[in-house]
């Protein structure tokens, strides 16, 4: 169940295994003294490739020995150093979790990590059982004879977290923000966009072919008779969903998100649908007020669903969304089955799809499902390891230099006028920031577990779902954490005006308290200004600070923006990541703005540090000064490669851009960046004709 929209800094196809990265890339158990001038030279200048002009490619020149030395693990689709700080915290949960499991402590708290991780990697007892654990609810598809029967199952079904139909979500009301309610929105596609089910071409046929082949053999696996010809009406009927659903770059502006309804109304959307069913699987009564997304799609869907008029293709189409529901709910329960299931969505999604070339590890996916079931108890052995001296106060510290710098910069926009460049400072002063944990840990003991895996991942799913649930109409909790603390990420939540940095990307190479300033500030720093300006971006900006979606820009202001930002997009569209496979300029819109002020702010930030403090002027890496450490820092963070295939399927799903343009878009458009290196007008990381925001 989605709960809230929030921006991030990345999101990465997988989350990382072990490999070897080098000593450049693998961040240390903690609390290590600085390094020695030699030794954090050596580690710099390692991954850099420094016959490349910083001019002409900069992302090159800070990652190119790096992206020569280092091979994509097999079991991985994308690796970078982001992957490498999250293979070492989950190395380090792996850890603790495995003593919970070797201790049998009487703790509930352990007991319950113990429980659920060891039933994850009992694979002999997970391969006894093959697909038996999945009756009870294929039973339950199979009954469905009309629409109020489909309408429960699929409340049954969303309550165990399979996204059939349209995804449904609690979460911040758009007008007041500080009341969750419901949120509808299009869903219910296996392929990750509409994309791949309407593109033409020899290519695009292949792989739907090829999809098409997998759900057949899925459902044969589950008992499903004639599979090959059931697999094609479902095919058909997800292609249908496709087309009623929005491109995802046009439901980017939350005022298009934004369409709140009552019951009656969402009867009126959705005829033949019989909602009050739906919610009283799920648990409650109707909802006073549901927000819908598009509303379009919603319409489409019940017509899909329910729609056709004649007796005869009633119970044809009824079959068909049967099949559909069985085909779902075997896709979200294969990973927690046995070997055939495991195989086989890896041999589709993994390696077909996105080029990986060999099966995650169980550890590693054990590790991964832990930390999304009991992330918050998991996540206190963690921070009382990996998260402890001063580390909270520099990081907090920074985040306010990193606010002083975007406030400074503020007065320079001439294009804001007088009022809303106010207005913009307000918000910024109520922006709230997360550092490192939750100050209340999150109490799962009302989930209750079994001895078996799938039966764990669904106790797992309705407690967040019925967790979730609860809320609606109840004020929110301005409290709660949308990710764990070991995640190797960060985010801005427009709803609640927050920042939140948790403590797995407060380490190395982003961020340690005893590395040089121009390190953390390129670092962490650009992270920080990153989010900061997720409040400002194309979607972030249409938020107040009390986090009301309401306009309270200036009407010019409003269009020298969409000016300026319109010039980011079509300079992101000419971004090629593969041969006929460019960036899309208005779905990465928001990150690349969010990278632009970012990294202006984080540089900022940093000379107002060093003009403060005299040891800052004593260059910390050889063949550097500390200004052009800052830009290597932050280009070194995202040393990144990926396959062929997964390039193309983040170029259509992903809102972050490659890793490459991620470095040279912001810089080539960065004057700082072109005084540090002596970079001349017309060379390729200083081009002529140039962008700016904020």
């Given at each position: 169940?989605?709960?809230?929209?929030?921006?991030?800094?990345?999101?990465?196809?997988?989350?990382?295994?072990?490999?070897?990265?080098?000593?450049?890339?693998?961040?240390?158990?903690?609390?290590?003294?600085?390094?020695?001038?030699?030794?954090?030279?050596?580690?710099?200048?390692?991954?850099?490739?420094?016959?490349?002009?910083?001019?002409?490619?900069?992302?090159?020149?800070?990652?190119?020995?790096?992206?020569?030395?280092?091979?994509?693990?097999?079991?991985?689709?994308?690796?970078?150093?982001?992957?490498?700080?999250?293979?070492?915290?989950?190395?380090?949960?792996?850890?603790?979790?495995?003593?919970?499991?070797?201790?049998?402590?009487?703790?509930?708290?352990?007991?319950?990590?113990?429980?659920?991780?060891?039933?994850?990697?009992?694979?002999?007892?997970?391969?006894?059982?093959?697909?038996?654990?999945?009756?009870?609810?294929?039973?339950?598809?199979?009954?469905?004879?009309?629409?109020?029967?489909?309408?429960?199952?699929?409340?049954?079904?969303?309550?165990?977290?399979?996204?059939?139909?349209?995804?449904?979500?609690?979460g911040a009301d758009y007008d007041q923000p500080d009341i969750n309610i419901v949120h509808l929105s299009q869903g219910g596609l296996g392929l990750p966009d509409r994309d791949y089910y309407l593109r033409p071409g020899p290519e695009a046929d292949a792989l739907r072919k090829a999809y098409t082949e997998h759900i057949a053999t899925m459902l044969a696996l589950s008992g499903t008779e004639d599979a090959p010809a059931v697999a094609t009406q479902v095919v058909a009927f997800e292609r249908q969903l496709a087309e009623a659903s929005t491109p995802r770059e046009q439901l980017r502006d939350p005022n298009k998100r934004h369409?709140?309804?009552?019951?009656?109304?969402?009867?009126?959307?959705?005829?033949?649908?019989?909602?009050?069913?739906?919610?009283?699987?799920?648990?409650?009564?109707?909802?006073?007020?549901?927000?819908?997304?598009?509303?379009?799609?919603?319409?489409?869907?019940?017509?899909?669903?329910?729609?056709?008029?004649?007796?005869?293709?009633?119970?044809?189409?009824?079959?068909?969304?049967?099949?559909?529901?069985?085909?779902?709910?075997?896709?979200?329960?294969?990973?927690?089955?046995?070997?055939?299931?495991?195989?086989?969505?890896?041999?589709?999604?993994?390696?077909?799809?996105?080029?990986?070339?060999?099966?995650?590890?169980?550890?590693?996916?054990?590790?991964?499902?832990?930390?999304?079931?009991?992330?918050?108890?998991?996540?206190?052995?963690?921070?009382?390891?990996?998260?402890?001296?001063?580390?909270?106060?520099?990081?907090?510290?920074?985040?306010?230099?990193?606010?002083?710098?975007?406030?400074?910069?503020?007065?320079?926009?001439?294009?804001?006028?007088?009022?809303?460049?106010?207005?913009?400072?307000?918000?910024?002063?109520?922006?709230?920031?997360?550092?490192?944990?939750?100050?209340?840990?999150?109490?799962?003991?009302?989930?209750?577990?079994?001895?078996?895996?799938?039966?764990?991942?669904?106790?797992?799913?309705?407690?967040?779902?019925?967790?979730?649930?609860?809320?609606?109409?109840?004020?929110?909790?301005?409290?709660?954490?949308?990710?764990?603390?070991?995640?190797?990420?960060?985010?801005?939540?427009?709803?609640?005006?927050?920042?939140?940095?948790?403590?797995?990307?407060?380490?190395?190479?982003?961020?340690?308290?005893?590395?040089?300033?121009?390190?953390?500030?390129?670092?962490?720093?650009?992270?920080?200004?990153?989010?900061?300006?997720?409040?400002?971006?194309?979607?972030?900006?249409?938020?107040?600070?009390?986090?009301?979606?309401?306009?309270?820009?200036?009407?010019?202001?409003?269009?020298?923006?969409?000016?300026?930002?319109?010039?980011?997009?079509?300079?992101?569209?000419?971004?090629?990541?593969?041969?006929?496979?460019?960036?899309?300029?208005?779905?990465?819109?928001?990150?690349?703005?969010?990278?632009?002020?970012?990294?202006?702010?984080?540089?900022?930030?940093?000379?107002?540090?060093?003009?403060?403090?005299?040891?800052?002027?004593?260059?910390?890496?050889?063949?550097?000064?500390?200004?052009?450490?800052?830009?290597?820092?932050?280009?070194?963070?995202?040393?990144?490669?990926?396959?062929?295939?997964?390039?193309?399927?983040?170029?259509?799903?992903?809102?972050?851009?490659?890793?490459?343009?991620?470095?040279?878009?912001?810089?080539?458009?960065?004057?700082?960046?072109?005084?540090?290196?002596?970079?001349?007008?017309?060379?390729?990381?200083?081009?002529?004709?140039?962008?700016?925001?904020?």
């Amino acid at each position: 169940m989605s709960r809230v929209v929030v921006s991030t800094i990345g999101a990465p196809l997988a989350v990382a295994i072990a490999c070897n990265p080098g000593p450049t890339s693998t961040p240390p158990e903690g609390g290590d003294p600085l390094l020695e001038s030699s030794e954090l030279s050596a580690q710099v200048h390692a991954v850099m490739d420094e016959k490349v002009d910083p001019c002409v490619d900069f992302f090159q020149f800070a990652c190119g020995q790096w992206l020569d030395e280092t091979e994509i693990p097999g079991h991985e689709s994308r690796y970078g150093r982001f992957n490498a700080l999250r293979e070492h915290n989950e190395a380090a949960l792996h850890a603790l979790l495995d003593s919970a499991v070797a201790e049998a402590s009487p703790d509930p708290e352990t007991a319950q990590l113990a429980a659920f991780y060891g039933a994850c990697m009992d694979e002999p007892a997970i391969e006894v059982l093959g697909a038996k654990p999945l009756a009870s609810l294929l039973a339950s598809v199979d009954e469905v004879s009309d629409p109020a029967s489909l309408m429960r199952v699929v409340g049954q079904l969303h309550r165990e977290g399979v996204p059939v139909l349209f995804d449904f979500g609690v979460g911040a009301d758009y007008d007041q923000p500080d009341i969750n309610i419901v949120h509808l929105s299009q869903g219910g596609l296996g392929l990750p966009d509409r994309d791949y089910y309407l593109r033409p071409g020899p290519e695009a046929d292949a792989l739907r072919k090829a999809y098409t082949e997998h759900i057949a053999t899925m459902l044969a696996l589950s008992g499903t008779e004639d599979a090959p010809a059931v697999a094609t009406q479902v095919v058909a009927f997800e292609r249908q969903l496709a087309e009623a659903s929005t491109p995802r770059e046009q439901l980017r502006d939350p005022n298009k998100r934004h369409n709140e309804v009552d019951t009656d109304g969402l009867a009126g959307l959705t005829p033949g649908l019989p909602w009050p069913a739906y919610f009283e699987a799920v648990g409650a009564a109707t909802p006073g007020v549901l927000n819908v997304s598009p509303e379009s799609f919603m319409s489409a869907m019940a017509e899909i669903t329910v729609g056709p008029s004649a007796k005869a293709q009633r119970a044809e189409r009824l079959q068909t969304v049967k099949a559909y529901l069985r085909w779902q709910l075997v896709n979200s329960a294969a990973p927690y089955l046995s070997a055939a299931f495991v195989e086989a969505e890896f041999r589709f999604f993994d390696k077909r799809l996105r080029g990986q070339s060999e099966p995650t590890p169980r550890w590693q996916r054990c590790v991964e499902v832990t930390d999304h079931a009991l992330g918050e108890t998991l996540a206190q052995g963690f921070v009382a390891q990996h998260f402890a001296g001063d580390s909270k106060e520099i990081a907090l510290s920074m985040i306010h230099a990193i606010e002083e710098a975007f406030a400074a910069g503020l007065p320079g926009l001439s294009w804001m006028n007088d009022a809303t460049r106010t207005r913009a400072l307000e918000k910024m002063h109520a922006v709230v920031n997360k550092i490192g944990f939750p100050d209340r840990w999150r109490d799962y003991s009302a989930m209750q577990l079994g001895g078996q895996h799938l039966e764990n991942i669904r106790a797992a799913r309705r407690f967040e779902f019925d967790r979730g649930f609860a809320e609606i109409g109840q004020p929110v909790d301005k409290q709660e954490w949308h990710m764990t603390p070991p995640t190797v990420n960060a985010y801005y939540n427009p709803s609640n005006n927050e920042m939140v940095f948790p403590a797995g990307i407060l380490q190395r190479p982003f961020f340690d308290a005893d590395y040089p300033m121009a390190m953390n500030f390129g670092g962490i720093g650009m992270v920080m200004g990153h989010e900061l300006t997720h409040g400002f971006d194309d979607q972030g900006r249409k938020y107040d600070g009390a986090g009301r979606l309401t306009e309270w820009w200036d009407a010019s202001s409003v269009a020298k923006f969409e000016e300026r930002a319109q010039c980011v997009s079509e300079l992101y569209d000419t971004y090629e990541v593969q041969p006929g496979v460019n960036l899309n300029g208005k779905l990465t819109l928001g990150e690349n703005i969010a990278d632009f002020g970012g990294i202006k702010d984080a540089f900022r930030a940093w000379r107002a540090y060093a003009e403060a403090n005299a040891e800052a002027a004593s260059p910390a890496v050889d063949a550097l000064n500390n200004d052009q450490l800052f830009f290597v820092a932050f280009g070194q963070i995202w040393c990144s490669k990926a396959t062929p295939e997964a390039e193309r399927v983040l170029a259509l799903t992903d809102p972050h851009s490659h890793a490459r343009y991620r470095v040279n878009g912001p810089l080539s458009n960065l004057p700082e960046f072109w005084e540090t290196f002596s970079c001349e007008p017309g060379e390729p990381m200083r081009p002529v004709n140039t962008c700016e925001v904020w």
